[in-house]
Nanobody, 114 residues
């Protein structure tokens, strides 16, 4: 069964950091495009980052330079390092097998507040 499980969310102050994890089962992340998407309160789901076989990456402009996507192939896990967080980053974060987030995990909540 193909499954994605996110973890690592939490409550942080502006300027803080978190590392989100996405553990996959039923397929190999190193051979797959993996996406992080998020949904802020009252807003639509939006794509924020991608990683492709071979390791190339892509980022939404608003997170570029602050967020870093990576994989640990031995753990079949994809990470999203979130640095210099702002209140605008408050959202539920999902990893997904497509950029639209159609096939995604259950999500992990990130709340940035002072």
């Amino acid at each position: 069964e193909v499954q994605l499980v996110e973890s690592g969310g939490g409550f942080v102050q502006p300027g803080g950091s978190l590392r989100l994890s996405c553990t996959a089962s039923g397929f190999t992340v190193s051979n797959s495009n993996i996406y992080w998407v998020r949904q802020a309160p009252g807003k639509e789901l939006e794509w924020i980052s991608s990683i492709y076989p071979g390791g190339s990456t892509n980022y939404r402009a608003s997170v570029k330079g602050r967020f870093t996507i990576s994989t640990d192939n031995a753990k079949n896990t994809v990470y999203l390092q979130l640095n210099n967080l702002t209140t605008e980053d408050t959202a539920i974060y999902y990893c997904a097998k497509d950029a639209a987030g159609t096939f995604r995990g259950q999500g992990t909540q990130v709340t940035v507040s002072s």
